[in-house]
Nanobody, 121 residues
């Protein structure tokens, strides 16, 4: 099995910063893309940022210049540094990883349990 465990959410005032972390563990052979999604109440889950195995990154327009994604390939962890937070960033943030498991063919999608980020105005 594969588990993704997130940490680092919380409550912060507008303009503040938070850092989210996600650690993947289990029968992992390799990980392709790792990323962060978020879902606010009544809205669809949206991709916030992702980082590929070659280090290539992508950000949603709404977070460009404020958020930064990084990855520790040896430890199978991904972080999301969130600066200049706005009330509209309030959501549950989910870690996602595209994992090749030991003994399995192909890559499979895994999700963390989600961590709440609340930005007060």
């Amino acid at each position: 099995q594969v588990q993704l465990v997130e940490s680092g959410g919380g409550l912060v005032h507008a303009g503040g910063s938070l850092r989210l972390s996600c650690a993947a563990s289990g029968s992992i052979l390799s990980i392709n893309v790792m990323g962060w999604y978020r879902q606010a109440p009544g809205k669809q889950r949206e991709l916030v940022a992702r980082i590929a195995s070659d280090g290539d990154t992508w950000y949603a327009d709404s977070v460009k210049g404020r958020f930064s994604i990084s990855r520790d390939y040896a430890k199978n962890t991904v972080r999301l540094q969130m600066n200049s937070l706005k009330p509209e960033d309030t959501s549950v943030y989910y870690c996602n990883a595209d994992v090749k498991r030991i003994g399995f063919v192909g890559f499979y999608d895994y999700w963390g349990q989600g961590t709440q980020v609340t930005v007060s105005s």
